[in-house]
């Protein structure tokens, strides 16, 4: 039969996770986080209409001002992955302290997530974002621990994003596995299936720096000198503030995305378990590159960080191996 309009042609997320991942609770796991994906990107949509917008009252365990829809997309989650049955530990950038599963919701899984990133951005309507990062528990004991997700980035499971841009796009992947994307259908509340094996462009793609600037007094002068290159090698500069829309930008488009450690924040702004592993393990997995940069006395690739805190920081620098092997080039001196 024609499909006329391409509408017919199309798999669920649902039909994907079924297909390509064998392990029921795991599936279990991910269909829960892709209906708190589904629920928060319904609440931004209806913010202003709903009296969503604007500030809580209180402050998140980094001593951040919480907006009402971080505490919202926060309990979304939350609630959502204990209602799976598959987790034991979660860390959430909103919540100082780990939440230990108690033994009768308790599964094999850890996550660490960050439920809308870019706090910036909610009140003014632009693109915000969730990432993930889903572990195996390693200990045996009846309640997960501290240690099961203070790994390096090279033991996640599933990495994992949601965007909340002019669409709400859902963009995993699974470890040594290809990077898919899925967007979401709001007329029929699913997740369909739309990029299998997104890579970055094969050669570098757009030439594209992407860094808050403002912060470049306060930068090594090793990260003043790729900034400079960048410049005067005709690059454009683009920058939403949102990790989520930089670097899927970043992914499809090609170029870099920075967030260094600078004088006033010695380690960086953004956080190892929830924004930086999953992160990088997307990027590595697409044929990008994704390193801390200089950070404690080396060039480091980011998923080998041991992280020693869940709200641990780290310096950024990832994108395509054009652009960031010229930083990184820089740093150990051969550029
Ligand atoms: P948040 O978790 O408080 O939202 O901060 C993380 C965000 C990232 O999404 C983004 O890359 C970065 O902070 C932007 O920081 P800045 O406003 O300093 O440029
Ligand atoms: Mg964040």
């Known amino acids: 039969v024609e499909d006329v309009a391409g509408e017919t042609d199309f798999n669920s997320l649902t039909q994907w996770l079924m297909t390509n991942t064998k392990d029921k609770e795991l599936t279990v796991l991910m269909a829960q986080l892709a209906l708190a994906c ?12 709903a009296n969503l917008f604007g500030m809580y009252g209180e402050q998140n365990s980094s001593g951040d001002d919480q907006k009402k829809l971080d505490v919202l997309s926060n309990d979304i989650f939350i609630n959502a992955l204990l209602k799976s ?9 909103e919540n100082e302290e780990p939440i230990i599963v108690p033994e009768e919701l308790a599964g094999r899984f850890c996550v660490a997530f960050d439920p809308l990133d870019g706090s910036s951005n909610i009140d003014c309507n632009v693109s915000t974002g969730t990432i993930f990062a889903v572990y195996e528990r390693l200990s ?8 099961d997700i203070l790994r390096t980035g090279n033991d996640i499971v599933v990495a994992g994003y949601c965007m909340y841009g002019a669409a709400t796009e859902l963009v995993l992947c699974f470890k040594q596995g290809k990077v898919e994307r899925f967007a979401l259908d709001p007329s029929l509340g699913e997740f369909i299936h739309t990029h299998a094996n997104v890579r970055f462009p094969a050669d570098g793609g757009k030439k594209i720096y992407s860094c808050n600037e403002g912060n470049a007094l306060l930068w090594d002068e090793t990260c003043k000198k790729a900034v400079q290159h ?16 930089d670097v899927h930008r970043t992914i499809l488009y090609g170029g870099v995305f920075i967030y260094p450690a600078d004088k006033k924040s010695t380690k960086g702004k953004l956080r190892v378990l929830y924004e930086g592993f999953p992160m990088a393990l997307i990027v590595e997995s697409a044929g990008g590159i994704a390193s801390t940069g ?20 780290c310096p950024v620098i990832l994108g395509s191996p054009r652009d960031v092997n010229l930083i990184l080039g820089m740093y150990k001196g051969t550029d």
């Open 230 to 245: 960048f410049k005067s090698s005709g690059y454009a500069a683009r920058y939403v503030g949102s990790m989520v829309s």
């Open 140 to 147: 045996t004991s009846p309640l997960g621990t501290v240690e």
């Open 85 to 93: 049955g598959s987790c034991c530990v979660l860390v959430s950038e």
């Open 38 to 49: 589904k629920a928060t990107s319904r609440a931004c949509a209806k913010a202003g209409i």
């Open 294 to 313: 200089m950070f404690n006395g080396s060039v480091q690739r980011m998923l080998d960080l041991v992280p020693t805190n869940i709200h641990e920081r």
